[in-house]
């Protein structure tokens, strides 16, 4: 037997860094700017505990590209380091120096807003150069240096001459990166990763008109003159305190957020927590149509003002991919797989922070001022109903604020349902029964005739409705819902007494037979009933559990295999025309009576199609005329 030691030749490194270390090259960029920005923030935390004495001015970063000598300068005017320090930091592969200087100012550096971690980032550039170097002067006393490496574990180190503090890295770039030195690509990382930097970026410069001066003539052109571009907004509003700002301030934030976006966004949620994780961020409640797919993946992930990603799956709850906004933590790493991010403890944390934030903000917009609420329900129900399905807690707060509208335009709390119908629509078993229509157009009818009997109808038509309903009724106490057009409505006990039936049983008894002769190609199963003499008088009706779990497979249920179509004929034995089939001696006239009164209940249901429909429409023609 042998003990020994894998021998990792160094030799080998910087091509895997190449190929795996970031499945992205681009992100080069956001590391270089990100040590540059630490670097900046080192220097000012040290200026303020008295470590760099002297006035620091304001530091800033600058980006350079120089597409002819095929070179990317990236300067900042930061700590810099001594000729040790590149030896420690950079020398020494996975040494992070972010670490070390958290670890040794720990006590009061925590809130320096430092970004490194796994000493690693640096070694990106390597993705997209043949050749890195570093010229450096730090803040102490002592002669700058010059780092050369190109891409091979050699490297020189020497020393040379820089007048300012702080670090330049000049990246020679590779053949097979040139993307990299057109300005309009740099410029597209730089909006993407680094837009919201804490430090001022300059890249370029642009041209700023100057304001006329007061005596100016009439026809006077304003000059121009030439600035800095920075490209960035270094203080973003998620950084302020919620005091500080305004609606407008939100909205104008949105908008810089979403620039191709028009339409405003409904509220917002100022999302701001230091323990026992750090979070801050805002969440935009946008228009949410009823097509749930088409608007995942607009919240953006920062991490100290630096942009990671903006798929925040797995951190903010599933329902609530839907929003729009910024959620910027220390606390969530960087560079770690998906599956990682969802068993981490601090990330369920996050999670169940933010489901409660919104939980709470819906809670109290509803009763600050419920009329605004209720106008925004139709575009903000789908969350919350998606929510509900989806999240215990989110369940648990959301008899709060989920509203149930009716046909008649009200918006209804749940225990404000219970209470409306609770002495009007009970079934035998004594549960109460919610109807509901799910389109005014296509159930239209049988709203009327629910509406007629005094009965109040509620207005669902969210695609997820059928799974959020399943759930309230397994979790709250005998109540069911159900659809105006389904086999529930004859079956309520009616406030006044039973309408009484016009044939009697043994006119009954004749009838059924009568009528399932004609159908007898069609899937109906034929029931009398005793209705209202207004109504039809065939109504069909589909079982609310049929159409329900069929609904739920549409829009995953999990059930497989498909339903039959199952409806149920309804025959109105106190409608004029039922007597009249009944009474009629010509067995053809009956016939067509039947069929008639069968296409017009099919009509209604929208049942009516093809053959079926000419059919039903020469047959019409022949009766009119
Ligand atoms: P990390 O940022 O995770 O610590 P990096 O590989 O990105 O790891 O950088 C390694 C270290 O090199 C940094 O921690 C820092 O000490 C030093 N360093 C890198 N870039 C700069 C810079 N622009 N100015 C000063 N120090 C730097
Ligand atoms: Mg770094």
């Given amino acids: 037997m042998a003990n020994g030691k894998i021998n990792v030749a160094v030799e080998n490194i910087f091509p895997l860094i190449k190929k795996f270390l970031y499945s992205d090259h681009e992100i080069f960029l956001r590391e270089l700017i990100s040590n540059a920005t630490d670097a900046i923030s080192k220097l000012k935390h040290l200026s303020s505990i008295g470590e760099v004495k002297g006035e620091i001015g304001d530091p800033g970063i600058e980006v350079k590209v120089d597409k002819d000598n095929k070179k990317i300068h990236i300067i900042d005017q930061g700590v810099g380091m001594t000729s040790e320090e590149v030896n420690k930091y950079i020398n020494e592969l996975a040494f992070s120096g972010a670490e070390e200087f958290l670890e040794k100012y720990k006590d009061n550096a925590k809130d320096s807003g430092i970004i490194g971690h796994f000493g690693l980032g640096f070694y990106s550039a390597f993705m997209v150069a043949k050749k890195v170097e570093i010229i450096t002067q730090s803040h102490q006393e002592a002669p700058a240096a ?88 270094t203080h973003p509003a998620w950084t302020k305190s919620p005091s500080e700002l305004k609606e407008e301030d939100y909205k104008s934030f949105y908008r810089e957020l979403y620039p ?8 917002n949620i100022h999302l701001n927590v230091d323990y026992p994780f750090n979070l801050t961020g805002i969440l935009y409640f946008p228009k949410i149509k009823n097509d749930l797919n088409l608007q995942k993946d607009k919240i953006q992930l920062y991490q100290n003002q630096v942009f990671v990603t903006d798929n925040v799956e797995g951190i903010v709850p599933e329902f609530l991919t839907m929003l729009r906004g910024v959620i910027d933590s220390p606390d969530i790493p960087l560079n770690v797989s998906r599956s990682y991010l969802q068993s981490d403890g601090a990330v369920k944390k996050i999670s169940n922070y933010i489901t409660r934030k919104v939980a709470d903000k819906l809670s109290s917009l509803f009763k600050k001022d419920r009329k605004g609420y209720e106008e925004k329900w139709n575009d903000i129900k789908v969350v919350i109903e998606y929510g509900m399905l989806t999240e215990d807690k989110f369940y648990e707060k959301a008899d709060q604020f989920m509203l149930y509208p009716t046909t008649e335009g009200e918006y209804l709390t749940y225990s404000e349902l219970e209470t409306a119908v609770k002495n009007t629509q009970t079934d035998k078993d004594g549960k109460l029964v919610f109807l509901y229509a799910s389109n005014v157009e296509d159930q239209h009818q049988y709203i009327e005739s629910a509406k007629n009997k005094g009965y109040k109808v509620l ?59 004609v159908i007898s190609g069609e899937k109906y199963s034929v029931q009398l009933e005793a209705m209202d003499s207004a109504e039809l008088p065939f109504v069909l009706t589909q079982p609310e559990f049929m159409r329900r779990m069929k609904e739920m497979q549409q829009t995953g249920g999990g059930m497989m295999g498909a339903f039959p179509e199952m409806y149920t004929l309804l025959v109105n034995t106190n409608h004029e025309l039922v007597g009249q089939i009944l009474q009629t001696k010509t067995a053809n006239k009956r016939e067509r009576l039947i069929q008639q009164a069968l296409d017009l209940a099919r009509l209604s249901q929208n049942l009516l199609k093809g053959e079926a429909l000419t059919a039903f429409l020469k047959r019409s023609v022949d009766l009119i005329k």
Wanted: proline content about 6%.
């Fill in 146 to 233: 010059h780092w050369t490496c190109d891409g091979s574990p050699e490297f020189t180190l020497e020393e040379t001459e820089k007048k300012e503090r702080g670090t330049e890295i000049v990246l020679h770039i590779a053949d097979d990166s040139t993307e990299f030195l057109e300005e309009a690509r740099i410029r597209e990382l730089l909006n993407k990763y680094n837009k919201f930097m804490p430090f001022p970026i300059k890249f370029g410069t642009r041209e700023e008109t100057l304001p006329l001066p007061k005596d100016a003539k009439e026809d006077a052109k304003p000059e121009t003159q030439t600035v800095d571009h920075i490209i960035n907004n």
């Fill in 260 to 267: 191709m976006q028009f339409e405003e966004p409904l509220f």
């Fill in 459 to 517: 207005l669902l038509d969210s695609p997820i409705i059928a799974h959020l309903i399943q759930k309230l009724e397994g979790d709250k106490d005998k109540i069911a819902f159900a659809r105006v057009d389904g086999d529930a409505v004859e079956k309520l006990i009616k406030k006044d007494e039973a309408v009484v039936s016009k044939l009697s049983d043994e006119e009954k008894e004749r009838l059924k037979p009568l009528i399932e002769a």
